[in-house]
């Protein structure tokens, strides 16, 4: 073709309206506040009046919002909660998807791939029945419960606590910590761990000297790309959690669906996003090339 | 030379697998239970499918989920295709910068946000919402996984033979069709799917996009697990992992096969 970039024309006007111009948009409500009406907001954009309308409109936006959010301890609260969830469930991630991509680094290449599938597959199938089924294994008298009964241990009420949602988030986001890790180590040479052992390495002094520095990138990749989507997580801390466990994408859904507080749901957001955005940029940044790698994502 | 797993690589293999599949086992297995109590067994049954046959309110979102799934997968693969070419093929390109950024952000960013802000678009354009809104929404979070799907595909397919196909007399547009685009075509139908079970599998974005007659299953399974856990969900939750499996077994064997014939 001669000139590829007009490909770009329409997924390029695509997104400016429907990713782009929405963005703008949040970033207006968040300045705006309530009204009893519909949509239930102020200060409309009125382009019939020309120029006065515009600059009515701008001077009736104010920061508002933002202020009542920072005084408001819920809010705090729900934002430093929300990180915290995510920094713990990445932490766990990181410890149980490490051995488990390395394991199956370790497979002839034959088997490697069913594997990978194997890993893949829960993915395909819907996030919202991987954590209902959790529901049913938790409840106080699910089927934890009773296996532990045979063991003549617990019973252990597990269901809407905080414990619940970091198992739902360790389970939800798994493969999404494995796949990048396994990555960077299947495609590691071989040759530098007989290297080191010639040198006089013990494997486990090769694993932690050659193989754990050059699986960085890998490390890296998986943990931005559950921790990011973490924060901002909704289905789980709502199903699993309790009604005092705290999650800004829940409280997002609450402010706009049942407060029908749009503005503050807005600011809200922003603040998410604001927050999200230096993880997000590192993200495409350096990470990007690692998914783009055939066999990861199809 | 290579040792092969230890122990411990089997183990932390074994139990990774048993971890991610317990649960959806034990899904499937209380879909066949006789007692309504999801979590007693009492026996061998189908009345939760025959249950289900009844459910006209779920056969309608299931209805809706598909249409939904077929027209925004589509949509969003057509879109991706080009992006991957304009990203793939022209080096630097004013905005490129910005249209990169588009097509990765969607991929890591919190779905309550994107709700939100597709949500009030909706409300500004004056647009009413249900399917089409859900349907236009799907599209454009999906068509960014498209595109990283078709692009890693097309990075790794070789321009000379466009080229030659263009030295021997076949226009540009025509080579990219009739070379290029059977080439790189089961990353295409790989890219379809990913953007189908997504569309099938989303709560979020549906919840804030769709209007009054645009329920889509999801919205429906979310009101009802709200109320508790109810065998008739455990039997349409193994009905979808079921379609969805043989999807995706079905579209890794053809590709297995197109990879090593014989």
Redesign the interface.
Known sequence: ????????V???A??????????A??AK?SLSHTVLAM?PYAPQLDLSKGHAGILAFVHQLSFATYARLTSDRLYVLAYLSSLRFAAIATAILFL??Y??A???S???PESR?G?L??????F???????I??????L?P???LN?ALAVLHLGPLSLLNTDAAVIIGLV?AY??FM?LPLYAALERQD?RLI?AAQDLGCTPVQAFWRVTFPLSWPGVAAGG??CF??M?????IPD?LGGSDTLM??RT??TE??ADRD?PA??AV?IV??AT?AVP?AL??RQQ?PL????G??? | ??????V??????GL??A???A??A??IL?SFNASRL??VWAGFSTRWYAALAQDDQMLDAVWVTLRVGLISASLATV??T??A??????GR?R?RA?????????L??????LG???L??F??LGLPRGFWTVT??H??VT?C?A???I???L??FDVSL?EAAQDLGCP??M??VKVTLPNIA??VA??WM?AF?LS??D??IA??TSGPGATTL?MR??SQ??LG?NPE?NAV?TL??AV??MG?LAA?LIQ?RRENPG
């Open positions: 073709m001669r000139r590829p970039w007009l490909a770009a329409a997924p390029y695509w997104l400016l309206v429907f990713f782009a111009l929405p963005f948009l949040v409500l949509p149980i998807g051995p488990i390395y394991g199956m370790r497979f002839a791939h594997l599938m194997a890993v893949i597959l829960p395909w199938t819907s996030f919202l029945i991987r209902y089924a959790w529901i049913a294994i409840k008298a699910g089927l009773q389970y798994l493969p494995v071989e007989e931005l790309l990011i989507p924060v901002g997580e909704f289905v199903l800004l994408g997002i859904w706009f669906f749009w749901a807005s957001a998410l996003l999200l997000i993200f495409q990007a998914l783009e790698r055939p990861v994502l199809s | 030379m290579r040792t092969g797993p230890t411990f690589n089997r183990l932390s293999v990774g697998l971890f991610l599949y649960p959806i034990l899904l209380y999801v979590t879109l991706g080009l992006a070419v304009a990203l793939v093929r022209s390109f905005g910005l249209f990169s950024g588009m097509i990765y952000a969607p890591v960013m919190p779905e309550v946000i939100l802000s597709l009030l678009l409300v500004a236009v929404s599209a454009t068509l996984y595109t990283v799907v692009q890693a595909r990075a790794s466009e540009p547009l080579a990219f089961p990353a790989a890219a990913l079970t099938l599998d709560l979020v919840s804030f999801p399974l979310y697990v709200r856990v969900i939750s979808l992992i969805v499996g995706v890794g297995r």
